[in-house]
């Protein structure tokens, strides 16, 4: 996917293609999680689905839950999608700056002619 050291640098167009690439897979990541989390809240915490979807976009932009958690099972799942969705913040971060970093990575091991 990525070019070694000892190849050329890609053109200005595969790069920006490459991040799109990371930056489409980073925003499904985040809407398969919006789901996941309106799914627990919505099945588990008895809220409608626009509770659900307030309380789950909350925890992932690392807010917290904003209705009260009514019962054990929420409240579990309220603790494990807050800490998956702190650890996703931290991977989409990698994700994204990963192209980034390489490319800069890159430049210093191309020859000097």
Same mark, same amino acid.
Request: aromatic content about 0%; glycine content about 10%.
């Given at each position: 996917m990525y070019e070694h050291r000892k190849e050329p640098l890609v053109s200005n167009y595969e790069f920006y293609l490459r991040l799109f690439k990371h930056l489409c897979f980073a925003v499904f990541l985040i809407a398969l999680s919006l789901l996941i989390g309106m799914c627990g809240y919505h099945y588990l915490g008895k809220l409608s689905w626009i509770d659900a979807f307030?309380?789950?976009?909350? @925890?992932?932009?690392?807010?917290?839950?904003?209705?009260?958690?009514?019962n054990n099972a929420v409240k579990l799942f309220a603790g494990f999608y807050a800490i998956y969705s702190g650890l996703l913040f931290i991977s989409l971060i990698a994700l994204i700056l990963?192209? @980034?970093v390489h490319r800069i990575l890159h430049k210093f091991h191309i020859p000097d002619k």
């Open positions: 307030v309380d789950a976009s909350m @925890i992932l932009s690392g807010m917290g839950p904003v209705s009260p958690l009514i990963i192209p @980034i």
